[in-house]
């Protein structure tokens, strides 16, 4: 039997084309017999109209074969059975029954009765649409048993509808949809593909008390991602899984393209960034641009970023090797596919930023255009106990760039600083500091642009708090939250890198740039919020632990000081804070005497020096 089964799925179309050819017999068999309901007194002659249409049978079969093909009826999928479909089939039958009416009209085939065709096409269309919608409503019934999770569809709109139907015919989908809900109170208890709509987001918890649910699919493609955020939030506080659909017009058709489970940045509530495009391919176009700390989490992506506004040429700057190797392959790859960046030459070159002689030579061999410098150390606890390699490689690193740059006559130089260099609490962000305090006091260098990106947190990033709470989580537990109260500020790889790049369209006299981070972020919320959404509860099934403050760490982020003043750009997700007067002179000359005592000094005299140079440092 399986077997058999298997045969007919290999010669599906061949099955479905044997079944239409039955079908369409069958429906002139049975035309006939209603033509001749009534007693009949002469079978003789009724005998001879039966033969004539069982003769001419296949002409009939002929006409309908060639409208089939055209139509191609015998290649659709009766799961998905539809509109379409009955209007394709409805066509097909129409136009075949019909000309072969006016042939046995016009073109007498002697004895014939000329209504058999016209009744023939309406048994025809009752049974070859009857046939496929029995077919699609057991398979559903069928699948819907072989279903153990029940869930609900927050959205009974379009979008809700077809995720629906798209559910309902996936075997690949272990859930029974019982209901929908929507916040529009009107359509509460309406029925939409005969599934009821049981109330408002803000009812769940009282729906879950009538109903068992176990997964929520969210189908609100309008929805602002604020909207998005509260409506995960009030899910996980009923303790149920989310995904979310991914919605696409394709063709002027909609679509839906797939579920996935909720990430942590649906979570953020923040729209999407619009960039200035014009802006940023002014400075980027046909030019050669280099990224120091390339192979890094936001070099890497602000490489990607780059390569869409077509520079002649990118430079890859980097002294980690492997991280920058896999980046090239990732771009090889892609441009290999899709030959979308054949325009430019990516170029991958090891060197430290520490190396002055090396950015020289770079500089100097591609003539580059803009740099943007996102090479440092980052780590708090790490640069905590070794604050002398930081000031190597975050301050006179980012010194000698500039001054390479200047040097160089480069266009634009951008550095990637962080909300940790404002009123900064450890080594990290004391330096951070220091190199926003060189890009300030180099404004007036007549050769290059110059400006500063500040923002906090980036979600995913290497050694950020998101990869390791899901790796915690992988292990069973606990999550390791530092303290209950803890806040931060928190963006995504990508959304950091778009408004980098926008930020550098303004750059000009030392400028820095904040970035709009939103509102700050409960990290033990954000604990709480992964367990949930990897399907565990927390505190029952993953614990949550307290390890405490590391050392210079922050309860709360920064963007600004005090006293910067701080504007508005044409961009509303990106504001400058003024530049502040600082004496350039005096400056370097405590830098020059920094460089000259760093080998020499200790730990903790370099900490103690940082103290001295930074008077917000606390």
């Not at 055209?70 to 409805?90: M, P, Q």
């Not at 090239?328 to 899709?338: A, G, V």
Request: with cysteine; hydrophobic share 40%.
């Amino acid at each position: 039997m399986s077997s058999f089964s298997s045969l007919i799925r290999k010669n599906r179309e061949l099955s479905l084309f044997l079944l239409d050819t039955f079908t369409i017999v069958l429906a002139y068999i049975l035309g006939f017999l209603f033509r001749f309901i009534d007693p009949v007194e002469n079978i003789a002659l009724y005998s001879r109209y039966f033969m004539k249409m069982v003769v001419t049978m296949p002409v009939v079969l002929l006409i309908n074969y060639v409208f089939f093909y055209l139509l191609k009826i015998n290649r659709s999928l009766w799961k998905y059975t539809g509109i379409d479909e009955v209007a394709r089939i409805g066509f097909a039958t129409v136009a075949a029954n019909l000309i072969w009416f006016l042939i046995v009209s016009y073109y007498p085939v002697k004895p014939y009765i000329r209504s058999v065709p016209i009744i023939g096409m309406l048994m025809q269309l009752l049974l070859m649409l009857g046939i496929r919608f029995a077919y699609r409503a057991y398979r559903n019934r069928y699948l819907l048993s072989q279903k153990h999770h029940t869930a609900v569809i927050i959205g009974a709109g379009s979008a809700g509808a077809l995720l629906y139907r798209d559910i309902l015919t996936n075997d690949q989908i272990d859930a029974n949809v019982i209901g929908y809900i929507d916040d529009n109170p009107g359509l509460t208890g309406k029925r939409i593909n005969g599934v009821p709509v049981l109330g408002r987001v803000q009812d769940i918890t009282e729906i879950l008390k009538n109903h068992h649910i176990d997964v929520v699919y969210i189908a609100i493609p309008s929805a602002s991602k604020k909207r998005i955020a509260e409506i995960v939030d009030t899910c996980s506080a009923a303790g149920l899984r989310t995904q979310i659909m991914d919605y696409r017009v394709k063709e002027n058709l909609q679509e839906v393209s797939s579920l996935r489970e909720v990430s942590v940045e649906d979570l953020l509530g923040r729209e999407e960034v619009h960039l200035d495009t014009d802006a940023i391919s002014g400075y980027l176009k046909d030019k050669v641009v280099m990224v120091t700390g390339g192979g890094g989490s936001i070099g890497s992506e602000l490489c990607r970023q780059i390569l869409k506004y077509k520079p002649v040429k990118l430079i890859v700057y980097d002294i980690y090797e492997n991280n920058m190797y896999q980046l090239q392959q990732e771009i090889l790859m892609h441009n290999r596919k899709t030959h979308e960046y054949e325009d430019t030459e990516v170029i991958c070159r090891i060197g430290s930023v520490r190396d002055s002689v090396r950015l020289d030579e770079i500089l100097d061999e591609f003539h580059v255009n803009v740099v943007f410098h996102a090479a440092a150390h980052k780590h708090v606890p790490l640069v905590e106990d070794s604050p002398k390699e930081a000031v190597k490689n975050n301050v006179f690193g980012t010194w000698n760039t500039l001054h390479a740059c200047i040097a160089h006559k480069v266009e634009r130089f951008i550095l990637i600083s962080t909300d940790k260099a404002v009123n900064p609490t450890n080594a990290m962000g004391a330096t951070k500091r220091l190199t926003e305090l060189i890009i300030q006091a180099s404004r007036d260098n007549g050769v290059t642009r110059l400006g500063a990106v500040r923002f906090g947190n980036v979600l995913g990033s290497n050694g950020s708090v998101i990869p390791l709470f899901r790796e915690e989580i992988l292990q069973g537990g606990p999550v390791t939250v530092t303290d209950p109260n803890i806040e931060r500020y928190f963006m995504t790889i990508p959304e950091a890198a778009s408004l980098v790049l926008q930020a550098g369209a303004y750059a000009d006299q030392g400028d820095i740039f904040v970035l709009d981070m939103g509102t700050r972020v409960k990290i033990l919320k954000l604990a709480e919020n992964m367990i949930t959404l990897s399907g565990y509860k927390p505190y029952e099934d993953i614990d949550i632990e307290f390890i405490g403050l590391r050392p210079g760490e922050k309860m709360f982020e920064e963007i600004s000081l005090g006293n910067e003043k701080r504007y508005k750009t044409a961009s509303n997700r990106v504001f400058v804070n003024e530049p502040m007067n600082i004496d350039s002179n005096h400056f370097f000359s405590e830098l020059k005497a920094l460089r000259d005592r760093i080998d020499t000094d200790s730990d903790e005299a370099i900490h103690a020096e940082l103290f001295r140079l930074i008077e917000e440092y606390k």
